[in-house]
Structure formats: structure tokens, C-alpha cells
């Protein structure tokens, strides 16, 4: 009877020994983002995104997998550092985030200082990638956004005279802006003196848009995020002011917003990545299984982004052969040399064959779409 016992335990330690000498590396992965405030809207679609793809990623049962903890930060730089110091003390080993551009530029600064890799799926700003050579982003950097903007409406010949309302409080907004202005003259387009608000008069821009309709402009450049724009919007219907709207990515989600009429919304343009319509195969199971876990939600921008940023992240892990014992410096490191190296790309929702520099700024195209029937179609 012992000897049985013996020879059942020495199995049972045997088989334990070549389950644990098989295991995959477990990375700790923090998310960093506005699940509520007037920013809910792309910091639930980056969480719920970027939990899909892990939930795919340790699917695949491969030598990593990767353990996920997302933090609320209501969009304020002070809450997101609070929440880094939390996923910190957790033992978060690389970050995705944070989402948008100020608390972005907070936590930033704590990532460089403890050399933590961040990539941003969506905070856009120059500002972001120029604080240290550990930040990265998966979204285009503002100035791109502002030069490709004035392209596309000159190439499809948009607009005649052109009005804009910016937010001169936000430096996603100004930053944006700047080289819209910039390349607008380039390209000869004919600009009306732009139109500002800040945060703390946002709710009503009615003197915005009457300046543009006295202007002359047949269509309006908007820098923005999608509330403000919202106002807009309607403020321009309210004054049967007939013209077009050429947003941004910061625009992308206004059919969701809460007690928004989305009939305003026909006919708004942007540059976006990432079309929820497209008929590719990755683009269908994506959109497919995020309304499968949000029932019945349609992914935006902002959710391709985050899974852009974990699927990407997990191709840059198994390539630097990255281990759950080595510090978050050591990985930060090493996906540094793997990233802007030349044999690394990564094909993702948001564009395919990506790469990044070593300012951290990643290479991808535009895509242009309309809003039509209150869904979002390619215009390309």
C-alpha cells in the first residue's frame, strides 16, 4: 500500500514539475483611463477593448500571458497619478495608458522617472511621446492629425472658406491646431481667424459658430473632443446654419453621448484609424465580440486603439523574450530595443504594418469617414 502511495505521490510531483516548468510568464499590465466623467466614452471603450484582448491573448495559451488591472481616473491628472502609484503597488509591470492627453502628461512624467513603459492608446499629443523615450503611442500624434486634416480637405476639396473652433484650454485641441493652420497655408486653403473656448465656457458656443456663419464658412474644423462638439452642432442647427464639420479623433463616440440627438450628427467628417463598418476579417470579430461583452455596443476609435495597444504589446513581450521576474526598467528596456528596431511591425485594427520610432511616434495612415444614417461609413 505505501508503495503504491509512493509511486501516486512521485507522479503527482512529476507531472507538478513539468506544469510548472511549462507555465507561461504572467505580465501585469495597468490600464489608465476616464470610465466616468464627461470622458466615459474612451476610457470604457479602451477597458473594455483592451480586456478583450487579453482575454484573447491567454486564449492562445502561449508563453506569455498577461494580467490586467484598469483604473478610473475621470480624466484629471491629479486622480490618474494617484491611480499609477495604486497599479504601481499592485506591480504593474508595463502600462497602457493613460487615454487622454493631460493626465497623460502627469503620469508621464512618474513613468520616466521609474522608467516604466507606457503606451498611450489614444493621448495624442507631442507633448506626450517628448516627455522620455519610454512613452509611446498607438494613436497619431497631434501634428500629424492637424497636417493630415488639412490635407484631406484640400485633396477632396472640401470647403471653400474654412471656420474653426478650438479649445485653447486643451493642448490635445491647440496642438492639433497649430499645425492645421500651418499646413493650411501650405496647401492654400482659406482660413477665417479661429474661434475659441476654454473648458470653463464650453456649454454654450453659440458666439463661436455665429462668428463662422458671419465668416462665410461652408465648413468648420473642429479640433475638439465630442462633447463641445456636440454643442456645436446644435447650435448650428438652432441658427439653420447649413455647413460642413470635419472633426478629429477626439470626435469619434459623439453618437453615443447621452441625451445627444445624433440626426445633428449627419454628415460630420473626421480622420479616423479605425472604421466599426469595415468588412475585414480582424475588424468583424473585433466589433463582434465587443458587443458580445458590452451587449449590443458598436466599438469605436478609441476601443481599436486599446486592443491595438495590448495585441501590440504582446508581439513586442514574446519577441524581447520578456520574463514575469524582470523589474518593469529591465522590461521597459527591452521593448524599447524591440520596438523601434527595423524588423518590427505589428498589423493591427488601426493600421497595418505599424511601426515607431525612437521618439515613441507611431507610423500608420488616416482614413477619412462620414457619419450617415447614424452609423459611421468610409469615405475612402
Known sequence: MKKV??????GALAASFVMSACAAETIKIGGIGPTTGPAAIYGSNVKNAMEIAVEEVNAEGGDIQFELEFEDDQHDPEVSVNAYNHLKDWGMQILGGTVTTNPCLAVGAEAVSDNMLLLTPSASSQDVIDTGDNIFQVCFTDPNQGIASADYISNQELGTKIGVIYNSSDPYSTGILSNFLAEAAEVGLDVLDPQAFTDDNSTDLTTQVQACKDGGADLIF???YYTPASQILKAADDMNYDVK????????????????????????MLLTPFVATATDDATVAFVKAYADKTGGDIPNQFAADGYDVVKALYKACTEAGVTEDMSPSDICEALKEVMTSDDFSYDGLTGSDMTWDASGAVSKAPHGLIIENGEYQPMD
Open 5 to 10: 502511495l509512493s509511486v501516486v505521490l512521485t
Open 222 to 224: 473642429l479640433p475638439i
Open 245 to 268: 464639420f470635419f472633426g478629429v479623433d477626439g470626435m469619434d463616440g459623439i453618437l453615443s453621448l447621452e441625451g445627444f440627438d445624433t440626426s445633428l450628427a449627419e454628415g460630420v
